[in-house]
């Protein structure tokens, strides 16, 4: 009758238990540490002792941590390579705290010193953790599992059994058995000595290679990142130049040259809004058309730009972020001559796209006098006007459109060299146009209408509306190889985590009866219940193959009727 038995208990490591020897040892590639001789560390010992911990995964843990508080900072407190004026009205409204926040670098957090060595001190330890590893796991991926150890009793999961067959014919089924369940096997003696999992280290390598990555990519990106934002009006373009932005920023390390070489025209933009229900005014079809050309010479190509669907040109993508709409203007002097004609760009005020702006007359105006001076006039747009809501939208849509004008006259103030908004107007050297009755001159116009500015002073006239369109340009070298490395991270986490590296030796000898005595033991990097189970598996499969003896003193129908071996607590283990 077959004998079998399992070691339940903890595994015994290389330091609790020496007769394992090799079999025991490189079930992971963590570099051995060897405690320090304290008496004898110089210079070098404790550069060397400064190295390994540095190098070693805790501390490599430990720096990831502290780049990512690092990183709290630059999100929380004003950037001045991100906006120059939220800071200044940071160190206005803080006062005490600005000076400490310019000693500690929290005002540019990405290019302080203390980040950038966090940064560097995180490369070298992931660098020097893993080119160790992995020249280590290389050597044991050329080399061949260890042979079996001299009491395989010793084993967390173990079994055996006597069988009739020859040890040969054993251990060349156990070799055919465990390579076809892709165990890299090789006769070691009278055993043979097969390993599995070799996945489990290669995930652990590439998660942290794929850190490496995710934090080259990240910086570069950073370095050599540029964002814009441009308003274009229907039947405008935009050629991607640095002058032909509204505002722009960029890495420390950008330059002009790096702006890829495009353009494009917004052709039309198309809204439509929910019409009723508890989502009335929600956008339904939200895009732009574009015709687009990569380069000077590129052939133009047509493309729809959406909120979630970018226009994609080489490392550079366009978004569309915002919309509104802009009335388009006609404003005449005394003598009827037009003196501005153009879409004048408002600004929405809320989700019903209330709008408000300036038109800015700077020159060729001439009063009734036949003197030169400025207009200004502020507007007030309500896509759908509402009799009883005159001061806000009732929807977003064109559907009623109704124009608010004040005019005034006078110095714009543009020659002072200050700058200033070109949607608010600075009334300070402006006077009111009056009406008939002395108040401020302010009149509602539709589509085609003309508001006469009095005494001959000229007129006013709302010809239309078109629509405007935000577009966000971003140049980010590097983002592919951050998602390239951040999907690497995560199957390289998940293989390390799931998958388990494990030993098994099979050992087939002739017993002190001359009855071949087989014998099958398990060992897992860390305790598992996958082991024992797979061993059993393992050993009822090779049982098939070499059925077990009868024993001398029992019954040879109860031998035959004994069960294939199974996988219990040994003598000395948990029951």
Same mark, same amino acid.
């Given at each position: 009758m077959s004998n079998t038995t399992d070691k339940a208990g903890p595994v015994a490591s290389e330091g609790q238990d020496h007769d394992l020897g090799a079999a025991g040892s490189q079930l992971s590639t963590a570099p051995a540490e060897d405690a320090p001789n304290l008496p004898s560390l110089g210079v070098i010992g404790w550069a060397r002792w400064f190295w390994r911990q540095l190098t070693s995964m805790r501390v490599a843990l430990l720096l990831l941590l502290l780049l990512s508080l690092g990183a709290i900072p630059g999100s929380l407190i004003p950037q001045t390579g991100i906006d120059e004026t939220q800071v200044a009205e940071f160190r206005k409204a803080h006062e005490t705290l600005a000076p400490i926040y310019d000693k500690l670098g929290l005002f540019h957090v990405y290019s302080s010193v203390w980040f950038s060595a966090i940064y560097i001190l995180l490369f070298v330890s992931?660098?020097?953790?893993?080119?160790?590893?992995?020249?280590?796991?290389?050597?044991?991926?050329?080399?061949?599992?260890?042979?079996?150890?001299?009491?395989?009793?010793?084993?967390?999961?173990? !079994?055996?059994?006597?069988?009739?067959?020859?040890?040969?014919?054993?251990?060349?089924?156990?070799?055919?058995?465990?390579?076809?369940?892709?165990?890299?096997?090789?006769?070691?003696?009278?055993?043979?000595?097969?390993?599995?999992?070799?996945?489990?280290?290669?995930?652990?390598?590439?998660?942290?290679?794929?850190?490496?990555?995710?934090?080259?990519?990240?910086?570069?990106?950073?370095?050599?990142?540029?964002?814009?934002?441009?308003?274009?009006?229907?039947?405008?373009?935009?050629?991607?130049?640095?002058?032909?932005?509204?505002?722009?920023?960029?890495?420390?390390?950008?330059?002009?040259?790096?702006?890829?070489?495009?353009?494009?025209?917004?052709?039309?933009?198309?809204?439509?809004?929910?019409?009723?229900?508890?989502?009335?005014? !929600?956008?339904?079809?939200?895009?732009?058309?574009?015709?687009?050309?990569?380069?000077?010479?590129?052939?133009?190509?047509?493309?729809?730009?959406?909120?979630?669907?970018?226009?994609?040109?080489?490392?550079?993508?366009?978004?569309?972020?915002?919309?509104?709409?802009?009335?388009?203007?006609?404003?005449?002097?005394?003598?009827?001559?037009v003196v501005f004609r153009d879409a004048v760009p408002l600004l929405p005020l809320d989700g019903n796209v209330t709008s408000t702006g300036v038109v800015k007359v700077l020159d060729g105006y001439k009063n009734a006098k036949g003197a030169r001076e400025q207009l200004g006039i502020s507007a007030f747009l309500l896509p759908t006007y509402t009799k009883g809501s005159e001061t806000a939208s009732t929807f977003p849509a064109l559907l009623n459109p109704v124009l608010n004008l004040a005019p005034y006259y006078g110095d714009l103030g543009v020659d002072s060299g200050i700058p200033q908004s070109v949607y608010q107007l600075d009334k300070s050297h402006m006077k009111e146009f009056k009406d008939s009755k002395g108040k401020q001159l302010r009149e509602n116009l539709k589509p085609g209408e003309t508001m006469k500015l009095p005494g001959g002073a000229g007129s006013v006239t709302y010809e239309g509306t078109k629509e405007w369109a935000n577009f966000q340009m971003t140049q980010q070298p590097g983002s592919g190889w951050a998602l390239a490395g951040s999907l690497a991270a995560i199957f390289g986490l998940a293989a390390s985590l799931f998958i388990q590296r494990r030993r098994v030796w099979v050992r087939a000898a002739t017993g002190s009866d001359g009855v071949t005595v087989v014998e099958m033991a398990g060992l897992g990097r860390s305790e598992s219940a996958k082991v024992p189970e797979e061993l059993g598996d393992l050993a009822g499969i090779l049982y098939e193959q070499a059925p077990g003896a009868p024993d001398a003193e029992d019954d040879p129908a109860e031998s035959e009727a004994s069960p294939d071996p199974q996988v219990v607590p040994a003598e000395g283990a948990e029951k």
């Open positions: 992931l660098i020097g953790c893993i080119v160790p590893r992995t020249w280590q796991f290389v050597g044991q991926l050329r080399g061949r599992p260890p042979g079996a150890p001299k009491r395989l009793t010793r084993l967390p999961a173990y !079994t055996t059994w006597r069988t009739e067959a020859e040890p040969e014919q054993v251990r060349e089924a156990a070799l055919a058995l465990l390579k076809k369940r892709r165990f890299r096997a090789h006769l070691a003696g009278d055993a043979v000595a097969a390993e599995k999992g070799y996945l489990r280290e290669v995930g652990n390598l590439a998660f942290h290679v794929a850190l490496i990555v995710m934090l080259v990519a990240f910086a570069w990106g950073q370095l050599f990142k540029s964002e814009g934002n441009k308003l274009l009006v229907e039947g405008n373009g935009f050629s991607n130049t640095l002058i032909s932005y509204d505002d722009f920023k960029s890495g420390s390390l950008f330059t002009t040259d790096d702006l890829t070489p495009y353009s494009f025209d917004l052709n039309d933009f198309t809204g439509t809004y929910e019409v009723s229900g508890p989502n009335k005014g !929600t956008p339904r079809t939200y895009q732009a058309a574009l015709t687009y050309s990569e380069g000077a010479y590129g052939k133009d190509e047509k493309t729809i730009v959406k909120v979630n669907k970018p226009l994609e040109i080489g490392d550079s993508k366009v978004y569309l972020t915002a919309h509104g709409y802009a009335p388009v203007i006609t404003v005449r002097d005394g003598r009827g001559k």
